[in-house]
Nanobody, 134 residues
Framework: QVRLVESGGDSVQAGGSLSLSCRAS???????MAWFRQAPGTGRELVSI?????????YYADFVKGRFSISHDNAEKSVYLRLSNLTPEDTGTYYC???????????????????????????WGQGTQVAVSS
């Protein structure tokens, strides 16, 4: 059982930035690690995925490309999400999730890529709140 603990959520003004962290209870090398978010009254949506092996491909939802950046530190058993140029539409609870079997990886020709498969994420954190005011 992998336990995930998120931190870094806060209230910021539009245009601001935040750095979210997710620390796992065990080693995460070779995992698919993801950030999801859920706005009030809506369903949970995928934000970004990173594979924590080598290579370390990433995936971003269309609505965050160029504004958010995902990274990981296996030594710290942690995954991070840097949020920039935030808008009120980014308000919500941000969840960290893990797929311990690394099922997000795909081959695209000779390139290793991440394919979004939200149903494969079996471990979840409790979430951290992000509130963006206009």
């Amino acid at each position: 059982q992998v336990r995930l603990v998120e931190s870094g959520g806060d209230s910021v003004q539009a245009g601001g930035s935040l750095s979210l962290s997710c620390r796992a209870s065990e080693r995460i090398e070779g995992y698919c690690m993801a950030w999801f978010r859920q706005a009030p009254g809506t369903g949970r949506e995928l934000v970004s995925i990173i594979y924590t092996g080598r290579p370390s491909p990433k995936y971003y939802a269309d609505f965050v490309k160029g504004r958010f950046s995902i990274s990981h530190d296996n030594a710290e058993k942690s995954v991070y999400l840097r949020l920039s140029n935030l808008t009120p539409e980014d308000t919500g609870t941000y969840y960290c999730a893990a797929d311990a079997r690394g099922r997000c990886l795909r081959m695209l020709g000779s390139t290793v890529v991440v394919s979004p498969r939200p149903a494969d994420f079996e471990y979840w954190g409790q979430g951290t709140q992000v509130a963006v005011s206009s």
